[in-house]
Structure formats: C-alpha cells, structure tokens
C-alpha cells in the first residue's frame, strides 16, 4: 500500500511540476515582478547627457581655437548660445512623456503599456523637438562656416536622439533632413558659385562620416535594447526561479506536515495553512468529521479571513457546496458579490471526504490556473492521506476483532474447560456428607487446587503472549540499533547507540516521532556534515525522554533559533515532530565542532487521545 501512495504522490507532483512550467511559458516568464530593477531609460538619458557634453566641448573648442574670421566676442556669445540651447534641449529630452518612448522601442513584450492618447502625443512632442533641433543646428553652421563650421558635428544630437527614441525609418528620416537642409541652405548662400552637385562633392566627406555614424548609432542603439531586454529577462527568471523554490519548498513542507498528522483536525489545520500559501489568499478546508459519512458533524478551518473584502459565511458556502457536488466534478466556483470562491472536492476512488477553497478576486468565468492547480494538487494528497486513515482505521478494528477472537478461542479451549470442572467437582463435594478430613475429599481438594493452577498458568501464558514487553523484548529500541547499523555499514562510519530506561514509558506515536527525528539527524550529519561518527544517546523513564544525537561533522554557524524557518527543512521538521509532543528542540553547532541535536519531551504519559498520534 505504501508503494501505492508512494505512486499517486508523485504523479500529483510531476502534474503540479508540469502545470508550473506550463504557466509560466505562457505567461512569457512576465508572470512575476522582476528582483532586480534596472532603469534602461536613465542610462539613455545619462548617454545622452554625455554625448552632447562631448560634443559641446569638441565644437566649440575648436570653433574658438579656428582664425578669428569674427571677433572673439561674437564667438563666445554664439558658444553661450550654443550651451544654453544644449541645456534647453536636455532638459525637454528628460521630460516623463518622452523617456517612456524609449520603453516603446524594447523588442517583444517588455513594451510598457501606455495609453494610446499619451503614446501619440509623447510621440509628436519628439519629434517636433527633433526637427527644431535639426533646424537650430542648420542656423547655427549657417554664420560659422556652412558644412565647415566646426557646429556641423553638433548636429549628430538630434539624429542620436532619433535612433534612441524613434523607429529606424524616422532616425534615417532625420539625417536625410538635416543634410538635404544643410546642403541646400549652403549651396545658396550667398558667397558660393558653384553648383549644387559641385558642393555635394566637395563635401562628401562630411555626408559619408554622418552616414556611417548614424550606423553604428543605430547598429549600438539596438543592441543595447536587446542587452537591456536580456537583463530584464535575467531578473525575471532569477524571480520566477526564487517562486518556485518558494512553492517546491511549501510542497516539501506540505507533505512532511501531512506525513505527521494523522488526526483529522490537525489535518484540516495542515491543508488551510498550506492552501492560503500556495495560493497567497484567504482560504479554507471543509472535512467531515466521520470519514464513514454517518457522523452530521464537520470540522472547518478558515485561514487569513481578514483578506476577504466582503464578510463570508465559509461554512454556510461550502456546505451548500458539499450538499449539492455532482459525480466527477474537479473544481467549482461560487461568486459572492464581487468575489468568488474556488472549490477543489477531497476525493478518493470515488469517494467524497470534504472540499478546499481558496479566495479570488475579482470574480471569473474561469478559475486561476495557479491556484486551482495548487488546490488540485493538495485535495489530491488529502484524499490519498484521509483513505489511509480510513483503511488503516478498518484494519485496526480487524486486527482487534481477530485478536479478541483468538483469545476467547484459547480461553473457551482452556481457562473455560478447567473453570468449568472446577464448578462440576466443587457442586460434588458439597453434595457429600463426609467430613473435610475424610481423605477422598482431600484428594478432591488437591486435585480442585491442581485444576486452578493450570488454569492461572494458561492464562499467564496468553496474557504474555499478548505483550512482548512480558516477553522481555524492546521492539523499538532493536529496531531503532539496526537501523543505525544498516547506516553506519552502507556509510562507512561509525554509529554508537546507548539507551537506558524502558520503552514502555513511550507511547508508540512517541515512538514513531523519535524514529523520524533519529532518520532526520542522522541523514543531516551524513549527507550535510560530512561526518565519520554518529553517537546516539537515548533516555526513557515515565517523567522524561531525553534523545541526543552528536556528529563530528564539520558544523555550520546555527542562526535560527526554535526550528525557525530559515533554519532549512529538516530542522523544521524535526521541531514540527517534538512540538507535537510538548517537547523542546536544541542545536549546538559551530562550525568545525560538529553538531548536537537534543530533544527533551517532558510528557510522555499523557493519553493518546490528548497527543494524537503524529507519525
């Protein structure tokens, strides 16, 4: 049965495992925020910024250091000119409507979603301030010296500005303007007698620098759009890689918990707990309380209510629910107000144990694939857990019902036979008349105190049959050493085992949990610490158990404190385990030192019906 459960486990699994890649494929892995932001549109403004500064200072020193064809006075107010035209322009490139158009020209589907009203008007405001600037640079090289004038190199501003903010077709657009402008204001100045072609060929040098720089601006643009959408995509999948080992660590949590609940209301308290986390809302577990159906009584359990917008009556919903499930159906949904619930049945080999719901807002025609496959995925366990408990229930009860049949076969055959001549030969004897002394009642007095001895050595002899502990065997402690020396042998290191007390001070729920948190340690020290030495230290009495598991591992430097949940999944589980218990977990390590785990349970005779059996 076990290699059964084993199975259907991981099938739930690999399907949730299959569903998560699914998802977030289609979603473009955009599904989940990046970690990581970085700012594309700040570093092209800071580009810029540095592009034009250069160019500021390239143009304008050489525009001062040229022979003086104009007085020095006129040239410094054209270079503060220049400069204050700079700054103006900077400042408007800066402006909000025009960095979001840098987003705009990202491949793919990194586009940030403007409104199309914003998008066009952003859209013309740059592309007016790209054509005041072209015309501002063809009047600036007009009075410094036409396509000589150092200033022509200014223009390549505005053209880079193009290739950052706008489409390929308008970059090129604004070189062909600023040279069909430049060239033809210059070709008729007045001052040249040439003619047109003439002024193009004596300044094709120029055209050529202009063309091949636009190319590599544009060539560089784009590739820094792709690496910028590469960082993007980095921080996204680093993102979507930390939210799945966030859910892969919950399912881990998940099963371990319901590994070690195997009463229904610490089990209800499981499946909410890890439903609301799967699905980061409100959610809820509804379990009948009697898994054979004849109980009327459930058992509820709401987690993170205080997420819902509007009050819900979560029993009122989900037993409306329960009465009216059809056969085969997998997942339902039940509006309320503007909300909606999303309800997954528990359900095993046909069989209807309860329902799990989780919130969702706003309401849907159709389900959250993320959290109906979560759900799905945890009503599947519950469903394989609570038909364990059923079955294991029915065959307790059968074992017991063979159990007490054997007994009453062995006393009818014996015990009741002896009892039976004991009463036929005593009704004998008080029928005579003889005196006690009268020697054939003596022999029917000893042979009556024969009878009654056998019947007390028979009966000893079932009762002790019954208990090994009569028998004078420790079940747990020689399973526990030869686990432990399986261990050592397939490890090739030594494990000691010392154990002092009677395992019958433990109760075997007790007992299953301190086989698990000895599995657990001991797994860690091999696996983590790297150890050749385990020494397990076990002490049963009544009032106190005591189990110390030391290593000579190499440590780690212990940071959590109480089974935290930084302290990694095994020590989590190991403090879930002792928890149940009333019990008390301590690590020591240090690493170097090696690592001590010390588990102390101070109640170990309170009933079973207190401590539901958590293993």
């Known amino acids: 049965m076990s290699i059964f459960t084993s199975g259907r486990i991981s099938t739930l699994i690999k399907r949730w495992k299959e569903f998560y890649k699914l998802d977030i494929y289609l979603h473009g892995g955009n599904k989940f925020k990046p970690a990581i932001e970085i700012d594309h549109a700040n570093n092209i403004r800071r580009f810029l910024l540095f592009i034009r500064c250069i160019l500021f200072i390239i143009t304008s020193t050489f525009y001062l250091a040229a022979p003086p064809y104009s007085p020095v006075i006129v040239k410094l107010q054209v270079v503060l000119t220049t400069l204050v035209a700079t700054i103006l322009a900077q400042n408007l490139y800066d402006s909000w409507d025009i960095k979001t158009l840098y987003h705009k020209m990202m491949p793919q589907s990194l586009e940030t979603s403007l409104d199309k009203d914003q998008d066009s008007h952003s859209f013309i405001l740059l592309l007016g301030l790209i054509i005041l600037e072209v015309c501002g640079a063809v009047v600036l090289i007009l009075p410094t010296g036409g396509l000589d004038s150092p200033f022509i190199w200014y223009a390549l501003n505005p053209i880079i500005a193009a290739v950052v903010y706008l489409p390929t077709l308008y970059c090129w657009g604004t070189v062909v303007l600023f040279l069909t402008t430049a060239i033809t204001v210059n070709a008729i100045y007045p001052g040249y007698d040439g003619s047109l072609f003439s002024f193009i060929y004596q300044h094709k040098s120029i055209l050529l620098v202009f063309l091949i720089t636009t190319s590599l601006a544009s060539l560089a643009s784009s590739l820094n759009k792709y690496l910028a959408q590469a960082y993007t995509w980095l921080a996204i999948a680093h993102e979507t890689t930390e939210k799945s080992l966030e859910h892969i660590s919950s399912l881990y949590q998940a099963l371990e918990a319901f590994s070690t609940r195997e009463d229904k209301t610490q089990l209800v308290d499981v499946l909410a707990t890890y439903s609301s986390k799967l699905c980061n809302t409100s959610a809820a577990c509804f379990l009948k309380e009697d898994l054979e159906g ?322």
Not at 411 to 437: N, P, R, T, W
Not at 450 to 477: C, D, H, M, W
Not at 535 to 549: A, D, G, H, R, T
């Open 294 to 615: 004849r109980d009327e009584h459930s058992i509820l359990r709401v987690v993170n209510q205080e997420d819902c917008i509007n009050e819900i009556n979560w029993e009122k919903e989900l037993m409306s629910i329960w009465y009216r499930l059809k056969p085969f159906e997998e997942v339902m949904l039940q509006n309320i107000g503007h909300e909606q619930l999303i309800i997954v049945p528990i359900i095993a080999h046909g069989e209807y144990f309860g329902l799990l719901a989780c919130l969702q807002f706003p309401a849907l025609k159709k389900p959250d694939e993320g959290k109906k496959q979560s759900l799905i995925f945890l009503a599947g366990i519950a469903g394989i857990i609570l038909e364990r408990l059923k079955t294991d229930e029915l065959w307790g009860r059968l074992l017991v019902s063979e159990e007490q049949s054997r007994i009453a076969n062995e006393i009818h055959d014996g015990v009741a036979q002896y009892l039976f001549s004991m009463v036929c030969a005593l009704d004998m004897i008080s029928k005579e008349q003889a005196s006690l002394q009268d020697e054939r009642i003596q022999q029917k007095l000893k042979l009556l105190g024969k009878t009654a001895n056998q019947a007390s050595v028979e009966l000893r002899a079932s009762i002790y049959e019954l208990s090994p502990y009569k028998r004078g065997e420790s079940i747990f402690v020689d399973n526990l050493a030869s686990y432990l020396d399986d261990l050592g042998r397939l490890n090739n290191i030594q494990v000691d085992l010392e154990a002092e007390g009677s395992e019958e001070a433990l109760s075997p729920a007790l007992r299953k949990g301190l086989y698990r948190i000895v599995r657990e340690a001991c797994s860690n020290a091999i696996r983590h610490g790297k150890c050749n030495s385990i020494k397990v230290e076990l002490s049963m009495y009544p009032n106190q158990c005591i189990l110390q598991i030391n290593d000579n591992g190499c440590g780690y430097k212990w940071e959590a404190e109480g089974g935290g949940s930084n302290s990694g999944l095994g020590n989590w589980n190991m403090y879930q385990l002792v928890t149940c218990f009333n019990g008390e977990l301590q690590t020591f390590s240090e690493p170097g030192k090696g690592t001590v785990i010390r588990c102390t349970i101070p109640k170990l005779n309170i009933n079973e019906k207190q401590i539901k059996e958590t293993v």
